[in-house]
């Protein structure tokens, strides 16, 4: 046997038995030790590894919900308000008015071959006042090619005429989400999954097919590895023949960086045929590959108005969001899912979502009781006390989307929540009052792939104006730490294998340069990553 012993300048363990260490083993892919030094003295025919000496490890994070299209998307062009860096390391400035919006765009275009579509994402119209994007907005940029502007948050598209005659729906189609204008004519706004995939369709692109091309699994791998990152969602996967095939040669490669769970996205799918195809998946399981889940997405997005919410609505009184499907069908998929024995994440931003889907899951346990199901509501933007007590008792799992607050909070306090909704956005420290497990995600690409960062959102709450909402919904360095490993991995059904360092579990870990246990709350952010390791194979940060 091959025994490694790992030294740091402490090791955070997020064992409640032993919180801290400075030496680690590792023995053929796992951990077979870790403690002072008496805990490890024993090993024979080891090697003293000290390259971390005067580092800190902690157990490599867990991103509970994110999306293989983070390595993906960079093949197109990146429009968002925020600054963002490619997976090559190159910094794209932030678009904050429509005409760097114009320029970006026309100078992307004149390196496409003549009549080539143009596609594009991250576009975040809520920051531009009242201004919406539109058709004839586009038409006035460009008029030769059909154009297609994902927003940020993946629910809503933009396209220009050109596009809407593509893809056939230039003429209303009967589809909701298709937005009109005054004249009852499409104005090019696109809201949802059925809206949007007739786009995809007649681009042939399939966004969320994105993991059947190989090198957008590397790369999302690459990314999340420089995150620090060693067990990751795609958290809405088809799962067909071709992308299966393609997740299970990649992450079979000896040089793929992290452990992958997919989830099965259930829309595409009626619930008995996607039970067996789940089913069929779950026997090519592996140590990197972990099939299981079965994503549901109830409404859309609070800043794209699409998700749903209860009396009021919108503080600004915009129209209600809309459902990715009938009600009917979304509680009819709990109620299969649920009885098959399979674990669901559902999608709930709004409430009223929030709401169908507690109904959803009490009636599914009291036909069907079982223990230890970890279903969990995925966002949970907008949760009530009273659907918290009720989450607690039925033993739901909450993975919030603590990465809001930070992108989004100054719009929601302003015009989509008002002043006591934005106070309890992503209500992370009431979740852990009432004892519910809880996680804290990115939803990448919608935010970048960076745990630290999520902690730090979650524990300083503050906006991207340097605002503050709700300081009652603070929570502890320790606590977010814990939601960025093991209480993630609980989520996923791993806590067993990832999450903590403990013997027996997977050697996967991440190096840090500062120990965020002693530093400034307002510095976790900032804390670099040195390398992952995963099940004892070291990957060096450039």
Request: one cysteine or more; proline letters at 5%; aromatic letters at 8%.
């Amino acid at each position: 046997m091959n025994k490694t012993i790992y030294v740091a300048r402490n090791i955070i363990t997020m064992n409640p038995s032993q919180p801290e260490a400075n030496y680690i083993a590792v023995c053929d892919g796992k951990i077979m030790a870790v403690g002072p030094w008496q805990a490890v003295e024993h090993l024979n025919d080891y090697r003293l590894d000290e390259r971390f000496a005067d580092k800190v490890i902690m157990p490599g994070f867990v991103e509970g919900h994110s999306h293989a299209l983070e390595g993906a998307m960079w093949d197109y062009l990146y429009l968002g308000y925020f600054s963002r860096t490619d997976p090559d390391g190159r910094c794209w400035e932030g678009i904050t008015d429509l005409g760097a919006m114009a320029e970006r765009l026309k100078n992307a275009a004149d390196e496409l071959p003549e009549g080539q579509p143009l596609v594009s994402w991250g576009f975040d119209p809520i920051y531009f006042d009242d201004t919406r994007l539109d058709r004839q907005a586009l038409d006035r940029v460009l008029a030769d090619r059909p154009v297609m502007v994902l927003h940020a948050n993946c629910h809503v598209m933009t396209v220009n005429s050109l596009m809407l005659e593509l893809s056939g729906l230039h003429q209303h189609a009967g589809i909701e989400g298709i937005k009109l204008d005054s004249q009852g004519i499409p104005n090019g706004e696109l809201q949802e999954m059925a809206a949007m995939h007739c786009v995809f369709d007649a681009l042939g692109l399939n966004l969320f097919e994105a993991v059947s091309v190989p090198e957008n699994l590397r790369r999302y791998g690459k990314v999340a590895r420089q995150a620090g990152i060693t067990t990751v969602t795609d958290l809405y996967n088809p799962l067909s023949d071709e992308g299966v095939a393609v997740l299970r040669e990649v992450t079979a490669e000896e040089d793929f960086p992290v452990r992958l769970v997919p989830a099965m996205g259930a829309l595409g799918r009626a619930p008995a045929e996607g039970v067996e195809r789940l089913q069929e998946c779950m026997e090519y399981n592996t140590d990197k590959l972990h099939f299981g889940l079965v994503k549901m997405m109830t409404d859309g997005s609070i800043q794209g108005y699409t998700a749903r919410m209860k009396w009021p609505g919108y503080h600004d009184g915009h129209p209600n969001g809309i459902w990715n499907a009938p009600q009917e069908v979304l509680a009819e998929m709990v109620q299969v899912y649920h009885q098959a024995g399979l674990q669901l994440h559902i999608h709930t931003n709004g409430d009223e979502a929030v709401e169908l889907m507690l109904e959803a899951l009490e009636q599914a346990m009291e036909l069907w009781p079982r223990a230890d199901h970890r279903h969990t509501l995925q966002h949970c933007q907008v949760i009530d006390h009273a659907q918290l007590r009720r989450v607690a008792k039925i033993g739901v799992c909450l993975n919030m989307f603590a990465n809001h607050i930070y992108y989004w909070g100054d719009i929601h306090r302003s015009r989509t929540l008002g002043y006591e909704r934005s106070l309890r956005l992503e209500p992370l420290a009431s979740a852990l009052r009432l004892n519910i497990p809880v996680a804290a995600h990115s939803d990448a690409p919608v935010t970048p792939l960076g745990p630290l960062f999520t902690a730090w959102c979650a524990v300083m709450r503050q906006t991207a104006s340097g605002d503050v909402l709700g300081t009652k919904e603070r929570i502890s360095i320790e606590q977010a730490l814990e939601m960025i490993t093991l209480g993630a991995a609980y989520t996923l059904r791993m806590d067993h294998l990832v999450g903590s360092l403990e013997i027996g579990k997977f050697a996967d870990m991440v190096v840090l340069d500062q120990d965020p246990l002693q530093c400034e709350p307002e510095q976790l952010r900032n804390i670099q990553v040195q390398a992952t390791v995963l099940g004892g194979q070291v990957y060096e940060c450039s």
